[in-house]
């Protein structure tokens, strides 16, 4: 179970790495880690058996993967990755029918039967039980703009959000009635009243305001898009950041495992003249172990640079003030006058955000390459050691 799991969720990871447009500000990589882990909150509250469990999760990290396809019609073309994949992996078709059903009850206004699919339906949704909500409507928002070129006015967003929490969206599980409804509920009253201020401050001076929006349209739309899209890859290269940390130090734990059970029962026996045969087997298991903790090291070793630069940098936007390693060594009265300069400057700022996320790409580009090669190098040492100590055991056993 764990292994097709562990390679449904590195597969889709490189796709929409790799693939999916970065003005999918909603629907990609975070929404569907939030959907699977909700996912699994629901099955273990409903005490489903793991082969549900494992068809529930796979189709959670498949629901969405059709948008790298067809926006419009990405259920279906997302059921049909999941096939092609689970099919290359011999996984039994009964199971595959499953996670397609499953994959395409989460197109809108679908109707779910049993209860996978009712778990599927409700944690596809389930950010409308958030205490972030607001800021998760925000990217959708945002990303119908920009990929559909649909637009709307703060009241016409907060009526829409209205009418599918009120006519189209209800959760079918009882773990989400009883543990989500609840937030839900809030978010709809905060609706309400966010909607109400909105209509009353338009009918209080509706003429000057729709010119003043006019404006604000005009000046500000294009900057918090800016802003939204720095926040958002900003915040997916941290997740693939501590997703690389995570398993580096996975290989970590496991050699040094390895590495302490060869130093406590094949090292000792090494020096008896019959164990002799074991020498090379020993050398090489130990040797590969010490070489996947040595690149996993080397994948989470971190980078400072010199931590200072001078007034001439900054006046001629040589610097990145938003990262520590370039101003650490500095005193607080220096860098809060150079923090000052880039507040002033708006191509500035956004230079050094770009420059952040640049830097914070190259990074991961090292990361995840050091880390391949770690994983390569613990499964060919894995493979040969043991073929070693067949080697050797035969020999001693049945050589001349």
């Given amino acids: ?58 189709a959670g990290w498949f629901h969405d993967a059709g948008y790298m396809v067809s926006p419009e019609n990405h259920e279906v073309e997302s059921a049909g990755l999941a096939e092609e994949f689970l099919k290359n992996k011999n996984y039994p078709e009964d199971r595959i029918l ?40 925000d ?21 829409t959000n209205i009418r599918m929490f009120e006519e189209h969206h209800k959760f079918y599980t009882s773990h989400a009635i009883a543990t989500w409804q609840p937030q839900k509920s809030k978010n709809l009253l905060k609706l309400k009243k966010n909607l109400t201020k909105i209509l009353e401050k338009k009918d209080r001076d509706k003429l000057k305001k729709a010119d003043y929006k006019r404006k604000k349209k005009k000046a500000e739309t294009p900057e918090r898009g800016v802003e939204t899209l720095f926040r958002v890859t900003l915040r997916n290269h941290t997740n693939l950041s501590n997703i690389a940390d995570s398993k580096a130090n996975i290989l970590l734990s496991v050699n040094a495992i390895i590495i302490s059970l060869a130093l406590s029962t094949l ?34 070793r971190p980078n400072i640079t010199s931590g200072k630069f ?13 990262f520590f390693g370039n101003f650490h060594k500095m005193s607080l009265e220096q860098y809060e006058e150079a923090m000052k300069d880039i507040r002033e400057d708006k191509e500035y700022l956004y230079d050094s955000l770009t420059k952040d996320l640049y830097y914070l790409g190259k990074v991961l580009d090292k990361k995840y390459r050091l880390l391949r090669i770690t994983y390569t190098i613990f499964l060919v040492g894995i493979i040969i050691s043991v073929m070693a100590f067949g080697i050797a055991t035969y020999y001693v056993n049945y050589g001349y």
């Fill in 1 to 58: 179970m764990d292994t097709i799991l562990l390679q449904v969720e590195d597969y889709i990871l490189k796709i929409m790495g790799e693939q999916l447009p970065n003005h999918y500000f909603y629907h990609n990589y975070t929404h569907t880690q939030r959907v699977v882990k909700h996912i699994k909150e629901l099955v273990t509250a409903e005490r489903l058996d793991e082969t549900d469990s494992e068809v529930l999760q796979i």
């Fill in 98 to 137: 499953k996670v397609k059903a499953c994959i395409l009850v989460t197109k809108k206004y679908s109707k779910p039967s049993g209860i996978l699919q009712k778990i599927i339906c409700d944690a596809d949704f389930s950010h409308f039980a958030s205490k972030n909500y607001t800021e998760i409507s």
């Fill in 139 to 159: 990217l959708l928002r945002e990303e119908l703009r920009l990929v559909q070129g649909i637009t709307f006015t703060d009241a016409e967003w907060v009526e």
């Fill in 267 to 300: 090292i000792p026996k090494l020096d008896k003249a019959s164990n002799s045969y074991l020498l090379i087997p020993t050398v090489l298991f130990v040797g590969f172990s010490v070489a996947s903790i040595v690149f996993s090291v080397l994948a989470t």
């Fill in 310 to 322: 001078s007034r001439e940098d900054v006046r001629n936007k040589k610097v990145n003030l938003l």
